[in-house]
């Protein structure tokens, strides 16, 4: 085929028989088929040509000196961007990268300051300012790297750069610290905070190394960015082999990849095979065949590969994809708070939102109970000799009150405390916590369990009203949740480790050398004659 197709945008390239995969093997691209790209030195991105509708716009503000100008622009292109690649590894938190990078951040910074004076001279407040995280030791010490300060003579108080350290031009200093650079440690950044927030970040995940086994981590500390980046491009050069499927995939329904590492040493199963008929295979080989098929494990590793780009292929191109129908099952797993940016509610007219809407919340829901709860916890202060309940109510724009009833350190007596939140971080990670752990007592049913016939769980459940049947129709949902995602797993691949073989230790029986019996070495003091050949 000498004809080479027509493109709008971007530069076509055009792929040998021998070439592999641009998408990194995590997409195949057939003979003949065109398919965009987003590249760039940070990640890859398939892109998927949607037609745009003739009603819609694209609205740009600009604002200069304090005056918005408004541009309307029509949408000549749109595309939807798949899943991206990623093509360098983020780094972990207190790594060599992160110190690099710091140190160049702040040389860059005091060289540019330096640059702009007529004498090459800086001071330490307008370095300070720019850098409020670090106090002014920490950045005295990273000064006197390539500075020194003047303590007499013209220019006292300041610091110049060393004699033997030529300043470096703007384009050197580029050099020194990229956009990617900055890029990657921002991502770190973020990441980190996230991890704080939520209280699940752990000291032992701040190494930059494969030290700390996957099993030792939670969930949350396996999705942070420098493991994922880094499980990624380690199966892209076959160090490593990725679960695919499951927790990790960014759309939730099987249409994406999952970063998540998986042991080479796990057996891979296709969609529909069973954990025990695998095992009963593996027990009638014969004793001098493998029990773990490369070949096989690497067919069935590509095969989910292709039948997940499959699935998000004809997602991405479909211009009206159906919608995917929700059950009872999972209205408390649908998003009930309010995003305190939400410009479609009551923070676009400039009011605060001072209580949660009531047409927002699902009946019966989570947020639901909980505002049960809270009007009736004021009446359970005589039963109970310590509450623990937060009753908390959705922020305004200045922060979020968090109400608690705690015990006097001096009276013993229940007392109201309250606290206001100011970070817009801890507040979202705070409601995004509280849902999961009321989620978890509503799908447990230990919150409302009154089988004791009576205590406080049993006036618990009066006061949020709940009954029987409302217990059954979360014990469905929380069934209906387990069955669905076990119908998911039966059309994907999974994974198991196998068990270790049960051959039996071979008893070391020792003879001595010196009186010819058995069970004890020459070395041993209850030797008979061992102080005949070791006199004291």
Request: with cysteine; proline share 5%; glycine share 6%.
């Amino acid at each position: 085929d000498q004809a080479f197709p027509k493109v709008d945008l971007g530069e076509l390239f055009i792929l040998d028989v021998a070439d592999i995969s641009p998408f990194l093997n995590f997409g195949n691209i057939e003979p003949g088929q065109v398919v965009p790209a987003l590249y760039n030195n940070m990640f890859r991105a398939p892109l998927f040509p949607q037609k745009a509708r003739q009603t819609d716009f694209l609205v740009v503000k600009h604002v200069a000196k304090g005056e918005s100008t408004w541009y309307v622009r029509n949408i000549r292109y749109q595309y939807v961007v798949g899943q991206t690649y990623p093509l360098q590894e983020v780094p972990a938190p207190h790594s060599r990268k992160v110190t690099t990078t710091v140190k160049h951040r702040l040389q860059v910074a005091a060289y540019r300051i330096m640059n702009r004076n007529q004498f090459n001279l800086l001071q330490m407040a307008k370095l300070s300012r720019l850098f409020p995280e670090y106090s002014e030791l920490q950045i005295r010490q990273r000064l006197k790297e390539f500075c020194e300060y003047m303590r007499k003579g013209l220019g006292a108080g300041y610091w110049r750069p060393k004699s033997s350290i030529p300043i470096p031009n703007e384009d050197n200093l580029r050099k020194m610290l990229t956009p990617e650079m900055l890029c990657l440690y921002e991502s770190m950044r973020v990441c980190q905070q996230q991890l704080h927030d939520a209280g699940k970040l752990n000291e032992s995940t701040e190494d930059d190394g494969d030290d700390v086994g996957d099993s030792k981590l939670s969930i949350e500390e396996l999705l942070a960015t420098w493991n994922l980046t880094r499980n990624f491009i380690n199966a892209t050069q076959g160090k490593a082999m990725l679960k695919l499927y499951g927790e990790g995939d960014p759309t939730g329904c099987g249409e994406g990849f999952s970063f998540v590492r998986v042991s080479m040493k796990d057996i891979f199963l296709r969609a529909g095979e069973s954990v025990e008929e695998k095992l009963a295979e593996i027990e009638a080989r014969p004793k001098s065949a493998h029990r773990y098929n490369v070949a096989e494990q690497q067919q069935i590793y590509k095969e989910e590969i292709t039948c997940i780009w499959n699935k998000q292929f004809k997602t991405l191109m479909n211009p009206a994809p159906e919608p995917k129908p929700v059950t009872d099952a999972y209205l408390d797993e649908n998003i009930i708070v309010p995003e305190i940016n939400d410009v479609f509610g009551d923070s676009a007219t400039g009011q605060g939102v001072s209580a949660c809407n009531p047409k927002r919340i699902v009946a019966d829901s989570a947020m639901d109970v909980s505002q049960k709860m809270a009007r009736g916890v004021a009446t359970l202060q005589q039963q109970q000799m310590t509450t623990a309940h937060a009753n908390f109510i959705q922020p305004n724009r200045k922060g979020l009150v968090i109400r608690r009833a705690v015990k006097s350190p001096y009276t013993g007596e229940l007392m109201w405390r309250t606290e206001v939140v100011r970070d817009q971080a801890v507040i979202q990670a705070y409601l995004r916590q509280r849902r999961i752990i009321e989620n978890k007592a509503h799908s447990n049913g230990d919150l409302f369990d009154n089988e004791d016939g009576g205590g406080s769980g049993g006036l618990l459940a009066d006061i949020a009203g709940e009954t029987q049947e409302h217990l059954a129709r979360l014990r469905w949902a929380k069934e209906r949740r387990e069955t669905d995602a076990q119908d998911h797993r039966k059309s994907h691949m999974t994974t198991f480790s196998l068990p270790q073989p049960n051959k039996p230790k071979k008893k070391v029986v020792r003879r001595c050398g010196n009186c010819q019996q058995w069970g004890h070495m020459k070395t041993n003091k209850k030797c008979p004659r061992y102080y005949e050949f070791n006199p004291v």
